[in-house]
């Protein structure tokens, strides 16, 4: 157990909705990531926040989002969403940029 | 042009039969070099860190080593347990902030 915590797990919803991902941190961990896996695809780095302000943006969609909030935890809000998007959506959390980095086990997201 | 390469893409080695994977990284910017290990469907699982060239960590039958240019992570006499994606991420400065970028993997079959 890393101590990071995804929730939902499992995700099904339809195209054109709104989804929010949660993820709480390690205790102590200021520094938020949020990823993206395809199928048979590496990590796509999506967003970082170091307590509380975001320090670092990816190949994020302008249809996603994220925050994160003074108690650390952070949600990633996925809208008007497409086939495509379907993925696992990791959040990893660390002490801060340069010190080792602990997930959690993922949002597992079908869009039908 | 990424910035964290591996090699191969898939290994395929008989228990017992010891093998390295490869990490090359962008030097300029890195200031960490991270392994993990991945299951199917899971998040990742971090393995090692390390700084410097020259430095090296041990984990049962895992050794990471660091030089100026690559990284490798050495299996010796793997299990089929040892069976999984291995990750290799260089942490990277710039504008005030540190990006965690991710090779493609190395996936790693161990046949009985």
């Known amino acids: 157990d890393s101590g990071v915590t995804q929730t939902p797990k499992h995700l099904i919803t339809a195209t054109g909705q709104r989804v929010t991902l949660r993820c709480s941190p390690r205790s102590g961990d200021l520094s938020v990531y949020w990823y993206q896996q395809s199928l048979d695809q590496g990590l796509q780095f999506l967003i970082q926040y170091y307590n509380g302000e975001e320090r670092a943006k990816g190949n994020i969609l302008e249809r996603f989002s994220a925050q994160q909030f003074p108690d650390l935890h952070s949600e990633l809000n996925l809208s008007s969403l497409e086939l495509g998007d379907s993925a696992l959506y990791f959040c990893a959390s660390s002490v801060w940029g340069n010190t080792e980095a602990f997930f959690g086990q993922g949002t597992r997201l079908t869009v039908v | ?112």
């Open chain 2, 1 to 112: 042009e990424d910035q964290v390469t591996q090699s191969p893409e898939a290994l395929r080695l008989q228990e017992g039969e010891s093998s390295s994977l490869n990490c090359s990284y962008t030097v300029s910017g890195l200031r960490g070099l991270f392994w993990y290990r991945q299951d199917p469907g899971k998040g990742p699982e971090f393995l090692f860190t390390l700084y410097s060239a020259g430095e090296e960590k041990e984990k049962e039958r895992l050794k990471a080593t660091l030089t100026k240019k690559e990284s490798f992570l050495h299996i010796t006499a793997p299990k089929p347990e040892d069976s999984a994606t291995y990750l290799c991420a260089g942490v990277y400065s710039g504008a005030g902030s540190y990006q965690l970028t991710f090779g493609k993997g190395t996936k790693l079959s161990v046949i009985p």
